[in-house]
C-alpha cells in the first residue's frame, strides 16, 4: 500500500478538528466502528474491446470517526475507513476468479441533526461533504487506478441505551460518489462509481461541552 495516499487520508481527517470556530468548547466524539462495505452500479473497470472486467464484491470494514460539535445542531466529522476486499475479475480470456484488494476511504462532513429524542435518548441526522477514494491491492496490480475525490452524503441514528451512561450506540449509512481514473495502455474515460459503507459504532464522548 502506498504511503502517501494514507498520509493524504489522516490530513483531511484531522483537519476536521481545525475548521469549527475557537470560540466553541466543543465536545468531542471519537467512534470507533465496524461495518460492510457494499458495492454499488456497474463494473469498477470494464475495457472495451476486451473481456477485462474488474466489479468488486464487497467485504467487511473497520472505520474511525472524530465528531466535534460546532453548534447545538451541526457538528463537523472526519472518517477513515478501510476494507479489505475481494475484486471479481475477468481477465481477456474470459476466466473468472476473485482476487484480493483494499480500500480506503476519508471524509470531512458537516452533520445536521433533524430530530432528536427527550434527554438525548436518540437522534436521527444528515451529513454532506467531500472524500478521498483510494483502491490498492494485487488485483489493481496490472491496472493502476489513481485516487480520486469524492462526494460524500450520509445518514445514521444514534441511541443512548442507558441514559446513566455517555457512550451513544451509532449506525450509520454513507455513500461514496467518485469518479475512477485508471492507467492503462490506452485512454479510458473517468468511471462514476457508488461506493457504500453500512456501520455500526460506539461514540465515546471526550471533553465537556462549554458555552458559546
Not at 504511503?3 to 484531522?14: F, N, Q, R
Not at 468488486?56 to 475507513?81: D, Y
Not at 480500500?103 to 427527550?118: C, H, N, R, T
Request: hydrophobic content about 45%; overall charge positive.
Amino acid at each position: 500500500m502506498q504511503i502517501k495516499p494514507i498520509v493524504g487520508a489522516l490530513v483531511l481527517c484531522g483537519a476536521a478538528l481545525a475548521v469549527s470556530p475557537h470560540r466553541a468548547t466543543a465536545q468531542i466524539q471519537v467512534t470507533p466502528s465496524l461495518g460492510m462495505y457494499i458495492p454499488h452500479g456497474s463494473p469498477v473497470l470494464e475495457e472495451p474491446g476486451t473481456s477485462l472486467r474488474k466489479a468488486p464484491v464487497g467485504g467487511p470494514l473497520f472505520a474511525t470517526r472524530v465528531q466535534k460539535l460546532v453548534s447545538p445542531h451541526v457538528a463537523v466529522e472526519g472518517s477513515l475507513v478501510y476494507s479489505p476486499t475481494l475484486i471479481a475479475v475477468r481477465d481477456v480470456n474470459g476466466n473468472v476468479s476473485d482476487i484480493r484488494a483494499a480500500l480506503l476511504m476519508s471524509s470531512l462532513k458537516a452533520v445536521f441533526e433533524l430530530m432528536s429524542g427527550d434527554e438525548g435518548t436518540f437522534s436521527l441526522h444528515v451529513g454532506s461533504g467531500v472524500g478521498y477514494v483510494h483502491r490498492t491491492g494485487k488485483a489493481w496490480a496490472d491496472t493502476p487506478v489513481t485516487p480520486a475525490f469524492a462526494l460524500v452524503g450520509s445518514g445514521g441514528v444514534k441511541a443512548r441505551l442507558d441514559p446513566r451512561s455517555p457512550l451513544v450506540l451509532s449506525a450509520e449509512v454513507e455513500d461514496y460518489i467518485s469518479w475512477t481514473h485508471f492507467r492503462l495502455t490506452g485512454p479510458l474515460p473517468a468511471h462514476l462509481y457508488n461506493d457504500v459503507i453500512l456501520s455500526l459504532g460506539l461514540a465515546i464522548p471526550i471533553g465537556r461541552q462549554g458555552s458559546r
